[in-house]
């Protein structure tokens, strides 16, 4: 029977190899016999059995005492037992102590994994997210800011459009009206000046002595200009004509194209010669009579200068 004296370090070695308590409840060490330990249980028992015990009788103890006992008295379980003590013993301590490791155990996996590669990963990894969601939701305010200002601009551009169609409609109506729209203004017979481009047949660009036509017109239509007041409101007229309008299936869209391409082809010609563009107007007229093509008027196109009278 160990002596109850033991120091301290043989209690905790104890207390390692003793998870259950069951030998400290006997009052023997782990190398105790079985006759040791049937010595105690019988000694233990009289103090603490419910019947015969005394003052000192404790059902709850008795009950562990017995317990410890049936244990311990059997080789096979008190090996088991012994086995598990040693077990215990080696991943670091007894019954409280297995108890309290989940914890700490759970708190250094933590720690571990702060200290981790893979956790900064996923930091970094978040932080990029946020900054990417913050800099998305930027970009589309922005893009939205952006298609308002241009929708406002367009609208603006719209409008000035308008306004100068209108005005220059305007202009084209009261420098084409007839000779009693009032003094000063001239009518297309009273033009500035005025000249003729022929085409060759069947050509719609200006080629040839078509073009040579265009140049000498743009320069004296430049010299006439010239000699206009600076706020004069003159105006470029460029005239095209198609023989006919139809034809038994219906418009005579051959012939308008033909003609419609060459007034192009002088306008273009026109602007590129310094000739601002907002002062341009054309008039187009179909069904003159004649063959199409056979006609030199279809293949005519007419520039004039009008404008104030002097």
């Known amino acids: 029977m160990a002596s109850p004296g033991y120091s ?3 209690r905790s070695g104890r207390a390692q190899i003793d998870p259950q308590g069951y030998y400290r409840l006997l009052g023997v060490g782990p190398s105790a016999s079985s006759e040791d330990i049937k010595l105690a249980f019988r000694d233990r028992a009289k103090k603490l059995h419910p019947d015969h015990g005394g003052s000192g009788a404790d059902a709850e103890a008795f009950r562990r005492l017995l317990e410890a006992y049936e244990v311990l008295r059997d080789d096979r379980k008190r090996e088991a037992y012994d086995n598990v003590a040693r077990t215990e013993s080696v991943n670091g301590g007894g019954r409280r102590r297995s108890a309290a490791r989940p914890r700490r155990r759970k708190f250094w996996i933590h720690g571990r994994f702060l200290q981790s590669r893979s956790f900064w990963t996923i930091c970094v990894l978040a932080f990029l997210l946020l900054g990417m969601t913050v800099l998305w939701r930027e970009s589309e305010r922005s893009l939205r800011d952006h298609q ?6 367009y609208q603006q551009l719209d409008r000035a459009k308008r306004a100068n169609e209108a005005r220059t409609q305007q202009r084209y109506r009261s420098l084409t009206a007839g000779a009693g729209s009032g003094p000063g203004v001239s009518t297309p017979s009273e033009a500035l000046y005025a000249a003729e481009i022929a085409f060759s047949f069947g050509a719609t660009s200006l080629i040839g002595t078509a073009r040579g036509s265009a140049e000498r017109a743009v320069s004296g239509l430049a010299e ?10 003159w105006l470029v ?13 219906g418009v005579a869209i051959e012939d308008w194209e033909q003609s419609l391409l060459r007034m192009a082809s002088l306008i273009g010609f026109v602007v590129a010669q310094g000739i601002p563009a907002e002062r341009l107007a054309v008039r ?14 279809s293949r005519t196109v007419r520039i004039e200068l009008l404008c104030c009278a002097d």
């Open 224 to 233: 006439a200009i010239d000699g206009l007041p600076e706020d004069g409101q």
């Open 8 to 10: 301290r370090s043989a």
């Open 284 to 297: 187009f007229e179909a069904g003159l009579g004649g063959d199409s093509e056979a006609t030199p008027a």
């Open 148 to 153: 308002n200002v241009m929708a406002q601009l």
């Open 237 to 249: 007229l460029v005239e095209g004509r198609s023989d006919r309008a139809a034809e038994r299936s």
